[in-house]
């Protein structure tokens, strides 16, 4: 009985490193820019875009 106790710490432990994992990930994903640089970077998309004919 105790095995099994020691296997379901170890899942739960698994699973709450996972989750820890995956909310990191996201948060390097999403970085603070002030406005004037996304800004920049939207009209530099819509330039791209007209260039190459709108597709």
């Known amino acids: 009985m105790k095995l099994w106790k020691i296997i379901g710490l170890a899942g739960v432990a698994g699973v709450a490193t ?3 994992v995956t909310v990191i990930k996201q948060r390097r994903t ?3 820019v002030g406005p004037d640089v996304l ?3 939207l009209h530099l998309r819509l330039a791209e875009g007209t260039a190459s ?3």
Do not use: D, L, N
């Open 18 to 20: 996972a989750a820890g």
């Open 30 to 32: 999403w970085e603070e």
């Open 39 to 41: 800004r920049e970077r």
């Open 53 to 55: 004919g709108g597709e």
